[in-house]
């Protein structure tokens, strides 16, 4: 098999670039506007708009881990002492209130996700309580989802059984790649026979999407490493999956990827053509694209929600759901209520402190201006449905951005009309690029340093 995308453009667009979980990104967040205050009041609006309608969505960061994968770009704490269980909780039910007590009446949740660091650190006991904790302040919605990030070498059948008795029905478990030498490299030791029995569990009891995660461009990571890993997703049969970029980011502070050098990484054409394969193999095993760098089922509901026009995206990933209004607890985690963005502290001691004076723990975030909502939707569309539409009224901007993605027509990455884009096959991988030309923040101010790991 060989690669379906000319070197040429891979070399051209393979430049730094954001993931666009949100817009703005977080480095053009306005974070000299913002205050605490506005975005108590643009969640209350928020949560005045949609309650009743569809509820909101809580993503809830559990950050311990006992040992450190070196791929990893999430923020974490590591350490062993399981005994920081109950007063992390605790903490994480202190912010629950705070913002439960900013609304006139109980929230509706829609959608719950715990993911960390590793939420299986903690014992399936103390995720009860969490769990209880949080639905004692609020109802649910017809059709709610939760789901947790699951390790395949921690997750127990306690887990499993605790966390299904409680509503959960989606787990996603962290594979990577099957080869040692790439887990050696990543710190990630993870057998196949771990992976199956954790899927194969998960299943016994009852649940009803199981995700793998596996990413390409790892260190030392080869063609045929892919191809085995695929082999090996296709006989556990994970209803969706998450394939996608190993981000580079090591000048990030304590993000941990300084465990080998960048000569021990694929080249950005040769990650292209493990990408490309992969996608192959897994398309001939019945997977469907979805979105970027994520496949599934027909049967599972994120396919579903790409054929009914409902994929959504926000800082969680893909969903099969848009949420207006998602508020996050615990360190580091980003709240957004459509209308802003908030990010709480990432310092656990700092957390704990603000808590303790009954101050909600955000630190940093964004009010968005009419521009920004627009550029936005149109980001989000990009994102889910490989096009978008404007409106006459949105002309001046919109000249500007079809100059931008002038030449990206002219290489067949995008067909552009009078009043809508959208994205070709053989763009698909160049989806970040294309909504790099609507960034009018990303455009107006190129960044002086490196922010964002590369596109390809």
Not at 67 to 74: E, Q
Not at 399 to 427: F, H, P, Q, R
Request: aromatic share 12%; glycine share 8%; charged share 25%.
């Amino acid at each position: 098999m060989k690669t379906t995308i000319a070197s040429q453009l891979i070399q051209k667009y393979n430049v730094p670039g954001p993931r666009y979980t949100s817009y703005p990104t977080v480095p053009y967040w306005n974070n000299d506007t913002f205050s605490l205050k506005k975005w108590k009041a643009s969640l209350i609006d928020s949560f005045n708009e949609s309650n009743s309608k569809e509820g909101v969505s809580l993503y809830i960061h559990l950050p311990f881990c006992e040992s450190l994968c070196t791929f990893c770009g999430c923020h974490k704490r590591i350490t062993k002492r399981h005994e920081v269980e109950m007063p992390y909780i605790d903490a994480v039910l202190k912010e629950w209130q705070l913002y439960c007590n900013l609304f006139d009446r109980k929230p509706k949740i829609k959608e719950l996700h715990l993911g960390g660091g590793t939420p299986t650190f903690f014992s399936p006991e103390h995720l009860k309580q969490l769990i209880n904790g949080i639905l004692n302040k609020s109802n649910l919605a017809v059709g709610y989802e939760f789901s947790f990030e699951g390790h395949p070498n921690n997750t127990s059948t306690e887990h499993l059984q605790t966390l299904y008795d409680l509503g959960f029905r989606r787990v996603s478990f962290g594979v990577q790649d099957y080869n040692e030498t790439v887990q050696r490299a990543i710190h990630r030791i993870q057998p196949f026979e771990k992976v199956k029995w954790v899927t194969e569990e998960a299943r016994r009891i009852g649940y009803t999407s199981i995700g793998h995660d596996i990413i390409f461009g790892l260190p030392f990571q080869t063609v045929e490493h892919i191809i085995t890993t695929v082999q090996n997703t296709q006989l556990l049969k994970p209803d969706r999956l998450a394939f996608y970029s190993y981000a580079h980011v090591p000048w990030m502070k304590g993000n941990g990827q300084r465990g080998f050098k960048d000569e021990d990484l694929p080249s950005g054409e040769e990650k292209r053509h493990q990408y490309e394969l992969g996608k192959e193999l897994l398309t001939n095993a019945g997977y469907h694209e979805i979105g970027m760098d994520h496949f599934s089922l027909s049967t599972d509901s994120l396919f579903r929600s790409m054929v009914d026009g409902t994929l959504h995206r926000n800082f969680m990933g893909y969903t099969a759901k848009k949420s207006q209004s998602m508020i996050g607890l615990g360190v580091s985690a980003i709240s957004d209520s459509w209308y802003g963005f908030a990010q709480n502290v990432k310092n656990i001691e700092e957390y704990y402190h603000l808590l303790k004076e009954g101050i909600i723990p955000v630190f940093r975030g964004h009010i968005l201006n009419s521009e920004d909502l627009s550029i936005r939707k149109h980001i989000l569309n990009l994102m889910c449905r490989f096009g978008t539409t404007w409106k006459p009224s949105e002309f001046e901007r919109m000249s500007e951005i079809m100059e931008n993605l002038k030449e990206m027509a002219e290489d067949g990455l995008v067909n552009l009309g009078l009043k809508d884009i959208k994205i070709t096959e053989k763009g698909k991988p160049f989806v970040r690029n294309v909504c790099m030309a609507f960034d009018m923040l990303l455009q107006r101010h190129q960044p002086e340093t490196r922010l964002f790991s590369m596109t390809v």
